[in-house]
């Protein structure tokens, strides 16, 4: 399955399965796909074992502005919308923030919806 991680348990149904079946079958009733059966197989480690992925694949076009612009306008107005919120920052500095960076920042910096009074 695209997009999802695949847990110790997975992996050690699928080698124990793969004692009696094929690598198909045996990815199969482990619930993986046969490419993910075969790098289990070539390995001896459990995805709990390996160590995660620490670093930036790119760098963040707004790290040098982050303190300075984007949480003093998130500060300032607590409900501001995404849309404005993006609209701004490629005001500001265009070509340099795409629309789900801009998403992921208002929704991080967004107040906790509290239930009305009666």
């Given amino acids: 399955m695209p997009g999802k991680k695949i847990t110790d348990h997975q992996v050690l149904k699928q080698k124990d399965h793969r004692k009696k079946l094929?690598?198909?079958?045996?990815?199969?009733?482990?619930?993986v796909s046969e490419r993910s059966a075969r790098r289990i197989e070539r390995s001896d480690a459990l995805?709990?074992?390996?160590?995660?992925?620490?670093?930036?694949?790119?760098?963040?076009?707004l790290a040098d502005v982050?303190?300075?612009?984007?949480?003093?306008?998130l500060q300032t107005d607590a409900l501001l919308n995404a849309v404005t919120l993006l609209e701004e920052l490629q005001r500001r500095h265009p070509g340099a923030v795409r629309q789900q960076r801009a998403v992921h920042i208002a929704a991080?910096?967004?107040?906790?919806?509290?239930?009305a009074r009666c």
């Fill in 47 to 61: 995805p709990s074992q390996s160590p995660g992925r620490h670093w930036r694949m790119r760098h963040d076009p």
């Fill in 108 to 115: 991080a910096h967004a107040p906790v919806a509290r239930p």
């Fill in 66 to 73: 982050w303190d300075a612009e984007v949480v003093l306008l």
């Fill in 22 to 31: 094929t690598q198909v079958e045996a990815a199969a009733k482990a619930g």
